[in-house]
């Protein structure tokens, strides 16, 4: 039997959790033990694996310091078909990003950098470590 995939909405939901996790430094377990429930179940959460129910979900927001509609900014938006629903192609690598440790650093870090000029000459380096075109402002 073929295992189901997680519903793009949860794997969105779980993604926002981590990054507000991660934002505010708390381990998986630290969390856990706040909402009384294992490690293991904040991984499974986070991956979109298990679904996080309205309650519980309102008990992370209260832990991780968000209103519940943050876990749902830039969530897919989810199209009928005539199998039922699809994702609509929305870019999602922007969260997918953010929600990993180098993002998380590189944003913090990127952010405190005060000359906006260096900024710009950082983006257009990266840019060109990437093969891209430097994007003009």
Not at 35 to 63: D, P
Not at 120 to 134: F, K, N, Q, T
Request: proline share 5%; aromatic share 6%; net charge positive.
């Amino acid at each position: 039997m073929a295992k189901k995939a997680p519903n793009p909405i949860d794997k969105h939901v779980g993604s926002r959790v981590r990054m507000r996790r991660m934002m505010v430094g708390m381990s998986q377990e630290k969390l856990g033990e706040s909402l009384g429930i294992t490690f293991q179940q904040i991984q499974k959460y986070e991956k979109g694996t298990n679904r996080i129910g309205a309650s519980r979900l309102q008990q992370i927001s209260i832990t991780l310091g968000v209103p519940v509609a943050f876990f749902f900014e830039g969530a897919p938006t989810l199209v009928p078909n005539e199998e039922g629903f699809s994702e609509a192609a929305s870019p999602t690598f922007v969260n997918d990003f953010l929600a990993t440790s180098d993002g998380l650093a590189l944003t913090r870090n990127f952010m405190r950098i005060s000359d906006s000029k260096v900024r710009r000459r950082i983006v257009d380096l990266v840019a060109a470590i990437a093969g891209d075109e430097p994007v003009q402002a």
